[in-house]
Nanobody, 118 residues
Framework: QVQLVESGGGLVQAGGSLRLSCVVSGTIFSINNAMGWYREAPGKQRELVAKFTRGYTTTYTDSVKGRFTIFRDFHKNTMYLQMNSLKPEDTGVYYC???????????WGQGTQVTVSS
């Protein structure tokens, strides 16, 4: 019954911008649960990009600091990733994630492809 639906990926030139969206069904979209964005490039492991921790703060991987911003709208049950000044190395499949604290479980979206050309 829990479902995460992502959108917003696409092909952009270096220096461009994209906004990714993740609509979360059910009751797990809560400040009690950590949630964020991960990405996976070909030949590389899935890595954290940005997240809200259960401590109610945000964290970013060093390579995106100052360029990416994570947002969420509790009225819409939607999490966003605003990506500016995109670089070719940002290319990959981006996944949204919610970690449900009370269940100790992770839920993932289907992924959305981001391709940045030079």
């Amino acid at each position: 019954q829990v479902q995460l639906v992502e959108s917003g990926g696409g092909l952009v030139q270096a220096g461009g911008s994209l906004r990714l969206s993740c609509v979360v069904s059910g009751t797990i979209f809560s400040i009690n649960n950590a949630m964020g964005w991960y990405r996976e490039a070909p030949g590389k492991q899935r890595e954290l990009v940005a997240k809200f921790t259960r401590g109610y703060t945000t964290t970013y991987t060093d390579s995106v600091k100052g360029r990416f911003t994570i947002f969420r709208d509790f009225h819409k049950n939607t999490m966003y990733l605003q990506m500016n000044s995109l670089k070719p190395e940002d290319t990959g499949v981006y996944y949204c994630n919610v970690h449900v604290t009370s269940w100790g479980s992770d839920y993932w979206g289907q992924g959305t492809q981001v391709t940045v050309s030079s």
